[in-house]
């Protein structure tokens, strides 16, 4: 089973700032099948990015993901008041498909 | 619009079973996979299995097997998870999620299950 590890757990940060969120995996995660998800109290993740780094229909340009193997980065450029939430990393390239702890984004 | 609409909230005893739907509308049912993912309460996501909504060919993780049934209902464009022998730690919200070729687009609202004696 693949392991993701996300760091920070917490992250504060102020509106306008740029965020950097990690996802380490265990092993490589084939063909980047790596996914990012946003997640606020009360609600269902929301597909922010799939295959490592292609934008979700709907998410803002501001989310940028990148990385291969087994580093993987989620990136946001300019934090919107409604960007502060839980951040979750998956990877669906080898079963069982596993999810990151998550990281929590909160306003500074 | 694509819509995954789930059964209410559901409280068991252990050692009992729990059936939970995901009701979908706004695409063809048939053409895609349909995921079950667990989130206990400040645990991780968890996927438990998939089926294929067209043939009905299911894959669940090793952790559920034996315990977790996944099946569909074409004619009422509806995907089931049942889990059985319940226990205090499957308390979660359970989610259904549509998988568009390897793109988890769309999630179901959640049904929470509790079970508690």
């Known amino acids: 089973e693949i392991v993701l590890t996300q760091s920070p757990g917490t992250l504060s940060l102020s509106p306008g700032e740029r965020a950097t969120l990690s996802c380490r995996a265990s092993?490589?995660?084939?063909?980047?099948?790596l996914a990012w998800y946003q997640q606020k109290p009360g609600q269902a993740p929301r597909l922010l990015i799939y295959?490592?780094?292609s934008r979700a229909t709907g998410s803002p340009d501001r989310f940028s993901g990148s990385g291969s193997g087994t580093d993987f980065t989620l990136t946001i450029s300019r934090l919107e008041p409604e960007d502060f939430a839980v951040y979750y990393c998956q990877q669906y390239g080898s079963s069982p498909y596993t999810f990151g702890q998550g990281t929590k984004l909160e306003i500074k | 619009q694509v819509q995954l609409v789930q059964s209410g909230a559901e409280v068991k005893t252990p050692g009992a079973s729990v059936k939970v739907s995901c009701k979908a509308s706004?695409?063809?049912?048939?053409?895609?996979?349909m995921h079950w993912v667990r989130q206990a309460p400040g645990q991780r996501l968890e996927w438990m299995g998939w089926?294929?909504?067209?043939?009905?060919?299911?894959k669940s993780s090793q952790k559920f097997q034996g315990r977790v049934t996944i099946t569909r209902d074409t004619s009422a464009n509806t995907a089931y998870m049942e889990l059985s022998s319940l226990r205090s730690e499957d308390t979660a919200v359970y989610y259904c999620?549509?998988?568009?070729?390897?793109?988890?687009?769309?999630w179901g609202q959640g049904t929470l299950v509790t079970v508690s004696s």
């Open positions: 295959g490592a780094s």
């Open positions: 999620v549509r998988d568009a070729s390897r793109i988890y687009d769309y």
């Open positions: 706004g695409y063809t049912f048939t053409t895609y996979i």
């Open positions: 092993q490589s995660v084939s063909s980047s099948y």
């Open positions: 089926i294929n909504a067209g043939n009905g060919n299911t």
